[in-house]
Nanobody
Framework: QVRLVESGGGSVQAGGSLRLSCAGS????????MGWFRQYPGKEREFVAV????????NYGESVKGRFTSSRDTEQNTGYLQMNNLRPEDTAVYYC???????????????????WGQGIQVTVSS
């Protein structure tokens, strides 16, 4: 089983940028996709981005289109989320997820994945 380890979170002023990394460890990642979700306190997790591992195709949540870019390095078993033009409303805990085996859910649902990263705090100040 692949463990997902996140890094790269932190604090930034509005308009700034951060880059999150999600590294697979234990076994080489051969899953179908890696997704990014974020969670506000007391709220449901919100879809941010997904990248399909085979061809690198992506989809994004409406609120981050044009600002966030998902990518991956298959040799390093690592996915990245480049976050530009950050806004205070982007403040949340960000999770990477991966579909390693079967999943019934859509790419924009947490049920579409079966592995989780530990979560990283991103704080955007105004």
């Amino acid at each position: 089983q692949v463990r997902l380890v996140e890094s790269g979170g932190g604090s930034v002023q509005a308009g700034g940028s951060l880059r999150l990394s999600c590294a697979g460890s234990g076994h080489p990642f051969t899953g179908q996709k890696m997704g990014w979700f974020r969670q506000y306190p007391g709220k449901e997790r919100e879809f941010v981005a997904v990248i399909y591992w085979g061809d690198g195709s992506t989809n994004y949540g409406e609120s981050v289109k044009g600002r966030f870019t998902s990518s991956r390095d298959t040799e390093q078993n690592t996915g990245y989320l480049q976050m530009n033009n950050l806004r205070p409303e982007d403040t949340a805990v960000y999770y990477c997820l991966a579909q390693k085996h079967y999943s019934r859910g859509y790419y924009y649902e947490t049920t579409g994945y079966d592995l989780w990263g530990q979560g990283i705090q991103v704080t955007v100040s105004s």
